[in-house]
């Protein structure tokens, strides 16, 4: 696949959210069902894993935002 626009090495702000996102969910434990993160636990804890993917989901929106994107 070919991205055209793009020059070399450049990515788009939803690789570098995901990115962003994971990164905080991993080392903050956000949105976990259970267990202890390193540092604070940035959302609380979800009850069910449908909870923890509208944590991830809702975290990945602050993280789109936080790069600039829409």
Same mark, same amino acid.
């Given at each position: /696949? &070919?991205?055209?626009?793009?020059?070399?090495?450049?990515?788009?702000?939803?690789?570098?959210?995901?990115?962003? /996102?994971?990164?905080?969910? /991993?080392?903050? =434990?956000?949105?976990?069902?259970? =267990?202890?993160?390193? !540092?604070?636990?940035?959302? !609380?804890?979800?009850?069910?894993? &449908?909870?923890?993917a509208?944590?991830?989901?809702?975290?990945? =929106?602050?993280?789109?935002?936080?790069?600039? !994107?829409?």
């Open positions: /696949m &070919e991205v055209t626009g793009l020059p070399v090495g450049a990515r788009r702000n939803e690789d570098i959210a995901l990115d962003l /996102m994971k990164f905080v969910a /991993m080392t903050t =434990g956000y949105g976990k069902t259970s =267990g202890t993160g390193v !540092g604070f636990q940035g959302g !609380g804890a979800a009850a069910k894993p &449908e909870d923890y509208d944590h991830l989901l809702e975290l990945y =929106g602050k993280c789109l935002k936080a790069v600039g !994107g829409k």
